[in-house]
């Protein structure tokens, strides 16, 4: 039985079924510490404790191995101080939709007792904020509170642990403050572990779609984060393969939908495919294409299935659909699969159709695959190094499963063209800049077996807390390999002010501001201060090798960082000035 409140949390969280507790170091978690240190002293060996150096590598590191395990992580911050450091990361598991408990300290009394000292006049002064630290993250949090007594406390954490894991999943605040971590505690009722079942789809609304896809003549399927689970992954395969329905990405997929190499992947460019369909099945998606108004025409049927499709923390979404299916995807989609199935296997007069619509979108599949191949050989010499150039020798190197973390913005679409599969790809960032590197030591955690790849933006690099998150690496042994795709800048500013004003007067001088990363730092000396493989790769001749360099590091142990010098043209040319503008 727990003898302090601190005592209690631990106690708690492992209830929970937390595994990891992922801690920014404050003065307040000085009971949970000794609870810990404790535990281990009996034997006890979770739930571990990672002690994280800045509270952006915290959070982003719980997000990583949550992402991967599907566990719940605790995340403890300082004070409010520590939650606003930390709101970046905390709002990137909010949008990515990824669960974990995240606590930050405060105090309630200044005069103190014979149990518990006043706290110290610089939690008077400069660590209280009216509302708390609770109030501060409100709208990046599935739910946010703040506890007042250890059965609050109880409550608290049992609640939010299934408020966390309820679709959609996400991260939840609770402020405790320092004095009940610090009293003895009366006996309490230990709370059942969460089982969170899924939300199942509707008998009626499984027999509708089905009705409607096998009927359509022109279906397209369109994913976006449908493949964060490996089964919806293979389910979608199915039902795609059961009706010839070409699978495309969204514009910026979270994770691997659909298998490449499977003939009825499409890649990214819906636009021709939107206008011709009659019907859009989006698969887990938040921005199918991009505009709203760039979607199908009036006569289509657009199907929207996801565990929240009305998406509404958004202000403003503008996506029309004749049908929302609020359900698990992975249920769904078996569903659909055996419905779908026996249907057809009793309309033989379908099978031709479907032969036919599969040849057509094979051939589409082969072509754009040797479109891509091509497009990367015509920089094989270009110095500095194409980037479709670079990603394409790089996937020879990769070995088998692989786990790829992609922090970069103008470089995104190549990254997944060429690296991305599914169950080995994660769009690290899908809220903000930042926190790449600790979600990379969250997956490696979570999967020490596996070669870990983060490939991160020269901007996205400098945003990142990189001394923190090496430090991290050395410290748990947790070997990562670091690519900097170096374009010497911010390439979106740059491009993006190019858009705007194409004939403008930093268009016409080649001056930009708030784009370049000049001087630059020696990234390989940085990693070289931590005892890692550091190398800087200039020749495009040199892209295999240098890869396989990198991941013997990381094979023996050690991290390892490939500073890539790239070109710094726009991968994607800015669109012409619309006419009349």
């Known amino acids: 039985m727990p003898a302090t409140g601190g005592e209690l949390l631990v106690d708690l969280l492992k209830t929970s079924g937390v595994e990891y507790i992922f801690c920014s170091p404050g003065t307040e978690w000085t009971p949970v510490w000794e ?53 970046l990361a905390i709002r990137n598991a909010y949008v990515g939709r990824v669960p974990m408990l995240i606590f930050s300290g405060e105090t309630c009394e200044h005069c103190g007792d014979d149990e518990v000292r006043a706290q110290g006049w610089h939690w008077l002064g400069l660590l209280s904020d009216i509302g708390g630290p609770a109030s501060l993250v409100r709208d990046y949090v599935k739910w946010s509170n703040r506890v007042d007594s250890p059965d609050g406390l109880v409550d608290a954490i049992s609640r939010g642990s299934r408020i966390a894991l309820s679709a959609p999943p996400g991260p939840v605040f609770i402020s405790v403050p320092t004095e009940i ?63 010839s329905i070409p699978v495309f ?49 009036d006569g289509a049927t657009v199907i929207m299935l996801d565990e929240a499709p009305q998406h509404e923390r958004l202000p403003h979404w503008g996506y029309r ?30 099978t031709g159709i479907l032969s036919q619509r599969l040849v057509e979108w094979r051939t589409r599949h082969d072509t754009m695959l040797r479109r891509w191949e091509d497009d990367a050989r015509a920089g094989k010499d270009t110095m500095p190094i194409a980037t479709r150039w670079f990603l394409h020798e790089a996937k020879k190197a990769l070995p088998a499963g692989a786990i790829i973390l992609d922090e970069t913005l ?46 991160i933006g020269d901007g996205a690099f400098n945003y990142n807390p990189v001394l923190a998150g090496l430090g991290v690496y050395q410290e748990y042994g947790l070997p990562v390999f670091i690519i900097i795709m170096d374009n010497g800048g911010y390439g979106a500013m740059k491009w993006g002010h190019q858009r705007l004003y194409p004939e403008g007067w930093a268009a016409r001088r080649n001056r930009f501001l708030g784009v370049d990363i000049t001087p630059a730092p020696d990234y390989v ?57």
Request: glycine share 10%.
């Open 321 to 350: 659909a004749d049908l929302f299916i609020d359900a698990d995807i992975e249920s769904t989609l078996a569903g659909l699969v055996d419905t779908i199935r026996d249907k057809v296997a009793r309309r033989k007069k379908i």
């Open 181 to 243: 971590l610090l009293r003895r505690t009366n006996a309490y009722v230990s709370p059942a572990p969460s089982i969170i079942t899924p939300v199942l789809p509707a008998a009626v609304d499984i027999e509708k779609v089905s009705v409607k896809l096998i009927n359509s003549k022109r279906p397209i399927i369109i994913g976006e984060h449908a493949g964060k689970k490996p089964e919806a992954v293979r389910r979608l395969a199915e039902l795609a393969g059961l009706l």
């Open 35 to 87: 609870a810990l240190l404790k535990q281990q002293g009996q034997g006890e060996t979770t739930p571990k404790y990672i002690n994280c150096r800045h509270e952006i590598l915290a959070i982003s590191m719980a997000m990583g191995y949550a992402e991967i395990t599907g566990k719940l992580p605790a995340v403890l911050l300082h004070s409010g101080v520590g939650a606003l450091s930390g709101s």
């Open 410 to 455: 103008t470089h995104t679409r190549f990254v997944h063209q060429y690296l991305a599969e599914p169950g080995g790809y994660i769009k690290s960032a899908y809220g903000g800049l930042g926190v790449g590197m600790g979600e990379a030591a969250g997956v490696k955690l979570a999967c020490p077996d596996r070669p870990v790849i983060l490939i």
């Open 249 to 297: 990405e969204a514009s910026l997929p979270y994770t691997s939908n659909f298998p490449k190499e499977n003939p009825l992947y499409m890649g990214y460019d819906t636009s021709a495919a939107l206008q011709q369909a009659d019907l859009v099945f989006v698969v887990g998606g938040l921005t199918p294409w991009y505009p709203p108004s760039a979607g199908p025409g």
């Open 525 to 581: 000396k940085v990693a070289g201060a931590f005892g890692f493989y550091g190398e800087k790769l200039q020749e495009p001749g040199e892209i295999e090798a240098a890869m396989k360099r990198g991941l013997k590091q990381i094979a023996d142990g050690k991290s390892a960082l490939l500073d890539v010098i790239l070109e710094s043209s726009p991968p994607f040319p800015p669109p012409p000035r619309p006419a009349g503008s």
